[in-house]
C-alpha cells in the first residue's frame, strides 16, 4: 500500500509526537514517541492513509 501511495503527485504528512507512558526499560515520560500519518488525495483515484509509528 505505500508503494503505491508513493507514486501519488499529491501526498500530505503530519508528525506527532508525546511522552511514551511505559518505556521499554520501565521508565515513563522521560521519552518521547513519533507517530507519522502519510495520505494521498482522493481527486487522484481514492485515497489511502498510512500510520506509522
Do not use: R
Request: glycine share 18%; with cysteine; net charge neutral.
Amino acid at each position: 500500500m505505500k508503494k503505491m501511495m508513493v507514486k501519488k503527485w499529491i501526498l500530505q504528512v503530519d508528525e506527532s509526537y508525546g511522552e511514551v507512558m511505559n518505556g521499554w526499560d520501565g521508565k515513563g515520560g522521560e521519552c518521547k514517541g513519533y507517530k507519522w500519518v502519510y495520505g494521498s488525495v482522493g481527486s487522484e483515484g481514492g485515497s489511502i492513509v498510512v500510520f506509522e509509528s
